[in-house]
Antibody, heavy 123, light 106 residues
């Protein structure tokens, strides 16, 4: 069955970097666009980044553009989110989510989600 | 930037029909998807492409869309339907969630 498992969360100081991982099983990353969606404590969902199924296109929300980078390793079937120049407002649970339709750029909603990884940015 | 507007809260008694709306200028030409999120859990897809329901979602959940407004309807709400509900859509290069609606069933 499809599973997404995030790791790499933790407490980090303002201005530092952190990399999240999302290990996928039950399907190949090569066939689906993948997303990172975040949720600040007590707040709503915010789409953050997406990688098209063939990794040819990366998409970012304005709030993270220029600081975050999405990538994948198909040999490990793992998605990554490199987060640089972290700010207090980046504190959130970060979910990875699979695009609903295969072999698309990632505009179709999400069908499977991981359980999330908490990132806390503190001074 | 593109925005989707939802009411902050909706309250119904068990067995009543709950309706949660989502409005956005581009909804006439784009799909809406709906997610349920219970406290401390990851979101779950309950409606996709305006009206379609995943097979694992109870039949009491339905979706509709007309013009610039989409509606999630829960017919005969159960206590366990109490959760936050988010609409999601895309417009050009934007991917956007509504701010969420807290559904109380009590």
């Amino acid at each position: 069955q499809v599973q997404l498992v995030e790791s790499g969360g933790g407490v980090v100081q303002t201005g530092r970097s952190l990399r999240l991982s999302c290990a996928a099983s039950g399907f190949s990353l090569s066939n689906y666009a993948l997303h990172w969606v975040r949720q600040a404590p007590g707040k709503g969902l915010e789409w953050a980044a997406a990688l098209s199924f063939d990794a040819s296109n990366e998409y970012y929300a304005d709030s993270v553009k220029g600081r975050f980078s999405i990538s994948r390793d198909t040999s490990k079937n793992t998605l990554y989110l490199q987060m640089n120049s972290l700010r207090a407002e980046d504190t959130a649970v970060y979910y990875c989510a699979r695009d609903r339709l295969p072999r698309r750029d990632g505009y179709n909603g999400f069908d499977y989600w991981g359980q999330g990884a908490l990132v806390t940015v503190s001074s | 930037s593109y925005e989707l507007t939802q009411p902050p809260s909706v309250s119904v008694s068990p067995g009543e029909t709950a309706r949660i709306t989502c409005s956005g200028d581009a909804l006439e030409t784009t799909y809406v998807h709906w997610y349920q999120q219970k406290s401390g859990q990851a979101p779950v897809l309950v409606i996709y492409e305006d009206t379609k329901r995943p097979s694992v979602i109870p039949e009491r959940f339905s979706g509709s869309s007309s013009g610039t407004m989409a509606t999630l309807t829960i017919s005969g709400a159960h206590v366990e339907d109490e959760a936050d509900y988010y609409c999601y859509s895309t417009h050009r290069t934007s991917r956007v969630f509504g701010r969420g609606t807290r559904l109380s069933v009590l």
